[in-house]
């Protein structure tokens, strides 16, 4: 499947998934840091200032009761006036940490405490009043006596649900602390899952993108090798559409044509060497009939030499032989030298027809040699 893609379009997918898986770990850690961050933001943001405001209302509290016993047995006016003032201050302050405090409560148990401890300190304030009356006009006895009847009381409840507020400043301040230990050993375990199998994949991938590489090569070698051994009989195709495949098919068709190449030489061979047998035959045809030829004439030279010495003999005999008797010595002399000249040509046609036989043969020899080497190729 993946050799039907170009061996670059592969490498793009190849390292398209690498980077792909790559983004997939990257959206991951993002996302976790980001739960994280949210987790630390709230803590930041809302669970410790949440805390130091519940310790602020506490100390608020705690020394408004105890600037309310300093004005009561305060020494001097001057000292009473000081705690009075200290006490107004704190009230202030008190307030504006609930205010804070509102802020930072979202969920309804949060609300529900505050508005207990907003209740408890009304009711606080309202005897603290009628307690300031008291200091105001000097009758520290009765300031005293009604701070021990149920006043003290009031402040208790007031530290109580303070107390609470703060527990559950701390529970949520906790419960935070494990959801950001939570998130973490979540992003670990992601992580560190994430990290196999992008391990896993790019191992995968690898090997398959080697495998489309390393196979064809190796049916590419064979197919060259098996060429370059003679054997043009074994088949080699590949249909896939890369380059590799194109390779294989490049080589299927030069195996071809090669084998078609040898086959016309072996043609070519068979007929030169049919060709060079059926030239001998006539060469040795030609031959005999050429000694015929020469025999002939050599009789006819010998019949001519015959009559050449009955006529220098008739001539001897013949003193007064007339001059045409002359001019046909003459004329018989030359016959004799024509016929001679011919013998000559003739043994001479002989000798290279002799020679023509013997290389026609040496190259029919040399063909059927050409022959049995194209037969150990195929």
Known sequence: MIRQLKIGQRAIL?????????????IIAISQFNRTGQVVNTLVDMRVPAAITVGELRRDFLLTRL????????????????????LTELHNNFNANMQKMAGFVESADGKQLLNQIASSRNEYDAQHARLMEYIRAGD????DRFRHQGFNELGFKVTDTLNELGGYQQQRAASAGDDVRGIIATSNTLMITAII?????????????????????KMALTASQTIASGDLTSQFQDENKDEMAEMIRSLAVMQRQLKHTIIAIND???QLSTTAEELSVVTEQSTRVLHTQSDELEQAATAVTELTTAVEEVARNAAATSQNSDLADIKAKSGRDKVKHTISTVSELELEITNTRSGVQTLANQIKDISQVLDVIR
């Open 197 to 217: 199998i992008a391990v896993i994949l790019v191992v995968v991938f690898a090997w398959i993108f080697s495998s489309s590489l390393l196979k064809p090569i």
């Open 67 to 86: 600037q309310t016993v300093n004005a009561i047995y305060a020494a001097d006016e001057q000292g009473r006036n000081t705690a009075i003032n200290q």
């Open 140 to 143: 520290m006895v009765q300031a």
């Open 268 to 270: 070519s061979s068979n």
């Open 14 to 26: 190849a390292f398209g998934i690498l980077g792909l898986v790559t983004l997939i770990l990257g």
